[in-house]
């Protein structure tokens, strides 16, 4: 696991994480002011999020309904270009820059592609051949899957309420890791806002277990323990991000929010 890096989500892995694949293969794709805000301060809803969880007080996400069936005639329409599902995104992004709607595209489709990769598929033998239903156990590592596809904000509250499986980590690593590295930044924030509060701090048990495995560290190892104690503490991080943003007023750097609103 590569050191935390703190470069922003990026803007296009944002505007699809927030409105969500389901839409994109559904053929129900709108890009609001609502979604669009909430794109822009995504990182934001993950530090609070994440600190809500480590308290155990998981703020609660959405459940995406997962009709197997038709997921898997959604999946199956896209790899064949589906018409409607285009012409829906076309429609969302119309007035939206070229660029920006092209890289939402692109990676909509890459997690669309991660999903029909590992949607499980079954043929029941015999005279003609049939389709038959997945096991239990691929039906539940898909809804997990799913629900991340859907949702990335999902581990979150999976590790607030202490079910954060590393399938679930693995997903929203390999399809939305930017948003994976704003968790773990999160985390080493939340960890150094407590312990600002109490010195002493340790999480319990359970709560050391799953925050292992969102940082996919079997122990505290050196590195991740580095990371925690050059954490600021909270009082000096607002006073080091005032200061660079004045210090930065005449460079080219923008923020997710920035990038996503002028676009």
């Excluded at 389901?22 to 822009?40: E, P, Q, V, W």
């Excluded at 010195?199 to 799953?210: G, N, V, Y």
């Amino acid at each position: 696991m590569n050191p935390v890096d703190p470069v922003g989500i990026n803007p296009a892995e944002a505007l699809v994480a927030v409105l969500g694949v389901d839409d994109f293969l559904s053929g129900n794709i709108k890009l609001t002011k609502g979604a669009r805000d909430r794109a822009a301060a995504l990182d934001h809803e993950i530090d609070r999020g994440v600190f809500s969880a480590m308290r155990g007080e998981p703020e609660a996400v959405p459940e995406i309904p997962l009709d197997y069936r038709e997921v898997g005639a959604q999946l199956e329409r896209a790899k064949q270009g589906d018409r409607e599902q285009v012409l829906t995104f076309q429609r969302a992004f119309a007035n939206e820059d070229p660029a920006l709607a092209a890289q939402v595209q692109t990676f909509a489709a890459r997690v669309i592609r991660y999903l029909d990769e590992r949607y499980p598929r079954r043929t029941r033998t015999g005279i003609v051949a049939s389709a038959a239903p997945p096991s239990g156990v691929e039906m539940a590592r898909f809804k997990r899957l799913w629900a991340v596809a859907t949702d990335p904000l999902h581990v979150v509250e999976a590790l607030g309420r202490g079910n954060l499986s590393r399938d679930m980590v693995r997903a929203v690593e390999d399809l939305y890791p930017t948003v994976y590295a704003a968790i773990r930044m999160g985390v080493l924030k939340a960890i150094s806002r407590t312990k600002a509060r109490r010195a002493a701090w340790t999480p319990p048990r359970s709560l050391d277990l799953q925050l292992r495995t969102l940082m996919q560290a079997d122990t505290t190892n050196p590195q991740l323990q580095a990371e925690i104690d050059a954490m600021p503490p909270p009082a000096a991080a607002a006073t080091a991000r005032q200061q660079g943003h004045a210090s930065d007023a005449g460079k080219d750097l923008q923020t997710t929010g920035q990038r996503i609103a002028t676009h």
